[in-house]
């Protein structure tokens, strides 16, 4: 018997964004698949500006369906990482992307 998943299951989520080193870096952390349960950060580093937008609700989920990821470039245009209940964008100097699979996961 396979699972056959619903699209839904398949977005991402972040479960957190920390603003660390007195605004000098950021990380952007989640669960890529929800099955395998991997999780990912987005480290920008050398931050210049944060710049953030809410969507109406105000109590905060635990995690939330991660809507897009633009990079930008370091010293150009900024990051921006968009979820179901906010915007940020973030001007860098430099990031790392880390993903770490679950055991359970493949």
């Known amino acids: 018997m396979t699972h056959e998943a619903n699209p839904e ?57 991660l809507i897009g990821v633009i990079i930008g470039e370091p010293s150009g245009q900024p990051a921006v990482i968009t979820t179901e209940t906010c915007e940020v964008a973030i001007k860098y100097r430099s990031y790392h992307i880390e993903r770490v699979v679950n055991s359970r996961g493949k």
Do not use: A
Request: hydrophobic residues 35%.
């Open 9 to 65: 299951e398949l977005l991402s989520t972040v479960t957190s964004i920390q603003v660390l080193d007195w605004g000098n870096r950021v990380d952007v952390c989640g669960v890529d698949d929800p099955i395998t349960r991997g999780h990912y950060c987005f480290s920008f580093r050398d931050c210049t500006e944060i710049n953030w937008t809410f969507f109406g609700s105000e109590q905060i989920d635990p995690e939330v369906n």
